[in-house]
């Protein structure tokens, strides 16, 4: 199995070719089930199809997909699905299924929390959050706990015997073990990282993850990588890394991304 190298096709097809148990870690950012076509404004060839008939049908075009992505993960591998409210629930239900990783190695359900425009009041609260579902293959599984600032109430020390604290520009704080919730800035109009690919993911989001539930030298796979976000994130990290996208374009850009940035060699393969 070839690493740092970037297949363009249908994940499922390509997916087929990988042997069984070969990734640590995969994360996968597919479509949302959001029936609509996803482009940037002047890039026009940048686009992909969020488009199915319902929830079901959704579904039934995951399922496939996701048993070979079950079948090529390591038994301590781990698996983050990002998705949003159209389909989190239904597939939160046939992630928990016992073909593929049960509902008891689910491990939690992440709320990403972004600000983007178009926050006006409306008729419902406004959605600005994504879902990323969390599951491992077993028990025995690779995770660095990561920490984070907690500020103290009015930003002062509070001086409990035992407690480690800090102070920074805000103010006094302790360090806890990091919560489900993440606030992590969306890829704007003015971001450095945009490559004006449709719902590109922060590379922080990406970072978090991976720094997270895999080792140095792991593998990482995204079966979906649009503009090759995970794919950067693990090489920044020194992890080794596998990226799938149907979209020629998707598959240069990534290419370029990687090369540009990191100046290796990446391999790219048409199906
Ligand atoms: C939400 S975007 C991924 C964005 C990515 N996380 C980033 O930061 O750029 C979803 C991607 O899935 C790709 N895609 C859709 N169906 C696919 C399939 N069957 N196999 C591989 N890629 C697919 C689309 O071309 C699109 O680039």
């Not at 404004?41 to 992909?48: E, P, S, Y």
């Not at 599984?141 to 009015?154: A, D, Q």
Request: charged share 30%; glycine share 8%; net charge positive.
């Amino acid at each position: 199995m070839r690493t740092n190298t970037i297949y363009c096709g249908d994940c499922l097809d390509i997916l087929r070719r990988l042997p069984d148990a070969c990734v640590d870690l995969i994360y996968i950012d597919p479509p949302f089930g959001s029936n609509r076509d996803h482009a940037v404004m002047g890039k026009a060839h940048r686009r992909f199809n969020d488009r199915f008939e319902d929830v079901d049908a959704y579904l039934e075009y995951m399922k496939p997909r996701l048993l070979q992505l079950y079948r090529v993960l390591k038994p301590s591998g781990s698996f983050y699905y990002h998705c949003d409210w159209h389909a989190s629930h239904y597939v939160k239900v046939l992630l928990d299924g016992e073909d593929l990783f049960g509902y008891r190695n689910f491990q939690n359900e992440i709320v990403w929390c972004y600000k983007s425009g178009g926050a006006s009041p409306g008729k419902r609260f406004s959605r600005k959050h994504d879902i990323i579902l969390f599951y491992t293959k077993t028990d025995r599984y690779t995770f660095h706990g990561l920490r984070e600032k907690s500020y103290n109430r009015g930003f002062k020390a509070y001086r409990f015997e035992g407690v480690e604290e800090y102070c920074d520009e805000a103010g006094w704080y302790t360090l806890v073990g990091m919560k489900d919730y993440w606030e992590i800035g969306m890829v704007g109009r003015t971001s450095g990282e945009r490559l004006d690919y449709p719902t590109q993911k922060p590379l922080a989001l990406l970072e978090r993850i991976i720094a997270a539930s895999s080792n140095e030298g792991d593998v990482v796979l995204d079966a979906f990588c649009g503009c090759g976000t995970t794919l950067a994130a693990a090489e920044k990290l020194k992890r080794k890394w596998i990226g799938m996208d149907i979209s020629p374009v998707a598959c240069s850009l990534s290419r370029l991304r990687l090369e540009g940035d990191y100046g290796i060699k990446v391999n790219l393969q048409f199906k």
